[in-house]
């Protein structure tokens, strides 16, 4: 079997990459009826041959697009269609992949009416080789059908009812976690050719020795030549493009491992005045004479990542991370890619002395990734499991199948610190120990180089999970969901509940989630709830128990819930969206965003 997606889309002299973002067209089913554009075959001709079609951008959600709230609130499918063209220079020794960069929640892709791929959970990647399927030198169809519907056994789970409405039965979508099920084409769609034989997968890890680097190489090909007449030549190159390291291997060993002398390691923000440090190991897959097969080119940070039952280090020092928790939102476009937006979120990101995020509650974009590796922005990688509870075997399966997809996306970005296998599952649930035992086991066989969290907010008397993690996380509400308004229940709360974790798994311990709701531009003196004053004082308050935690070497970090303001379902808690942003949703401080960035800053450890 193929490995999903693994590589990102990168040209190269043996690659094409084309983009096929833009305008394509739009059709939902009608409600309550999602599968009719299968039964009636829509993938066989143009959609706007058997519907009126809406034009619809790619990447972004489709939810906040238009006017109409039946299509912002849609249950079930949607379809999408384009056309495009493949040059006749395409025709011979090549393949050509479709990839899409996500998906949400489901997809089933026809290219010319025949089906080419399909793809369930959100936020990963997929792809497939479509070269049979193309017309070369002519107009190509690909037609998309996209489902959103969450239930028991998806990850992440959701429930579909029905009620009456008044000209009819409506379809219910609920759930449980605090974000919009924002759906559609969230990120690009690529075409992009690869020789008949080629590089399928890239797998590299690094270790450091006083001033030496290690970058040790594993490269999958596949193809009709047969291993023994394949061999791989290396090149590293740092980051001005100087060869600082080279070997070919023999043929039929497709890894090894290089020296760097002198090396640059990889160092989060504010640890080193050069962050971010990035070679580039180049890949050529060669036939056994030397002749050349195909290029890719990976950027490799070198680092190590070491963890014990107190300590968290990187490259042998201690961190301690500054971060937030995240959601991948903005208006109008809702989750889809946004080059602009993520700019704007790494300048802020700086901005506040940060170096740390967590992916909460799904995985982001692959082109986020790149950006957090080139600026040692650290990442905690989420995988979509939210709120999880009622286990079983079927959910049990999907949810080691996003951890495989994850990790298989994610494993050579120098920014992974650390896997997330869940956030908020109710781990005091009967089955919730063997279930995480096993979750953890499985992610731990795919990647033995990051320690595993998750981030928990049972009490820790209650929690069955942690015992199988290396690392605890958990969310709480101080002041806010529990004790609300009472900013004198807060530190004394905090520094006991930390302690007890400690206690109770003896392992680091780090806070992923605090923070309260805060209205731009409301203020109340005395500081009351809702109000930019209340934001700031629970933070501080927050920060005391910190100061307090951080003189034990086991607490590992502070994360505020939430960057930014998001979206979420319609709720009588909700004014327009969950507002617990340090920033605005359209990325402009409130006034906690100024107490944080002191904070952060006096907290770095190299200036
Ligand atoms: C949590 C969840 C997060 C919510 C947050 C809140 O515990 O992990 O998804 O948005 O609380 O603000 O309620």
Known sequence: TRVEGALYPHESETREVR?????????????????????????????????????????????????????????????????????????????????????????????NGETAVKHEIGHLPFEADITKFLKFGEQNRITV??????????????????????????????????????????????????????????????????????????VTSNGDIPLEELRVRIQIKDKRGN?????????????????????????PY??????????????????????????????????????????????????????FGRHEDSDIRGKGLDYALLTRDFNLLKWIGSNVYRTSHYPYSEESMQ??????????????????????????????????QLVNRDKNHACVVMWSIANEPRTN????????????????????????????????????????????????????????????????????????????YNRPVLMSEYGADTVEGLHILPSFVWSEEYQQDLLSKHFRAFDILRKKVWFIGEFVWNFADFKTQQKYKRVGGNKKGVFTRNRQPKAAAHLLRKRYFSLAQYL
Not at 90 to 109: C, I, K, M, P, T
Not at 374 to 397: H, K, W
């Open 145 to 218: 059908l996209c489902d959103n519907a969450l239930i028991q056994t998806t990850i992440p789970q959701g429930k579909i009812s029905e009620a009456q409405r008044d000209k009819g039965i409506a379809i219910i979508q609920s759930y449980t976690f605090d974000f919009f099920n924002y759906a559609g084409i969230h990120r690009s769609v690529h075409l992009f050719t690869t020789p008949k034989t080629y590089i399928e997968d890239v797998k590299i890890t690094t270790d450091l020795k006083e001033s030496t680097g290690f970058i040790f190489y594993e």
């Open 429 to 504: 649930q009967y089955n919730a120990d063997t279930y995480f035992g096993s979750v953890a086991n499985y992610t731990r066989d795919l990647d033995k180089t990051r320690p595993i969290t998750a981030a928990i907010a049972v009490p820790s008397k209650d929690d069955k999970a942690g015992r199988h993690l290396d690392i605890i996380s958990f969310n709480r509400y101080n002041g806010w969901y529990s004790n609300t308004g009472r900013l004198d229940m807060i530190t004394d709360h905090l520094v006991e509940e930390a302690i007890g974790w400690h206690k109770k």
């Open 243 to 267: 060869l600082v390291g080279k070997q070919t291997t023999k043929a039929s060993e497709l890894k090894g491992v290089l020296n760097i002398e002198n090396v640059k390691p990889w160092w």
């Open 371 to 404: 950006f957090a590796d080139e600026q040692g922005i650290m990442i905690i990688d989420e995988c979509p499991s939210v709120d999880t509870e009622n286990f079983n075997q079927a959910l049990l399966d999907k949810h080691k199948s996003s951890l495989q």
């Open 19 to 111: 983009n096929l973002d833009g305008i394509w067209n739009f059709v939902k089913s009608d409600e309550g009826n999602p599968t009719q554009g299968v039964r009636e075959q829509w993938y066989k001709d143009d959609l706007s041959k058997v519907k009126t079609v809406i034009p619809m951008p790619v990447p972004a959600s489709y939810n906040d697009i238009t006017t109409d709230p039946e299509i912002r609130d849609h249950v079930g499918t949607v379809w999408y269609d384009r056309t495009f063209f493949v040059p006749n220079s395409w025709r011979d020794n090549q393949r050509v992949w479709l990839r899409f960069g996500s998906v949400h929640y489901e997809a089933f892709v026809w290219i």
């Open 270 to 323: 504010l640890m080193d005045p050069e962050p971010g440090y990035l070679y580039t190991t180049e890949v050529y897959l060669e036939g056994a004479n030397g002749k050349l097969i195909d290029v890719y080119r990976v950027k490799t940070g070198i680092r190590t990542l070491t963890w014990t039952e107190s300590s968290f280090l990187i490259n042998g020092k201690p961190v301690y991370f500054r971060g």
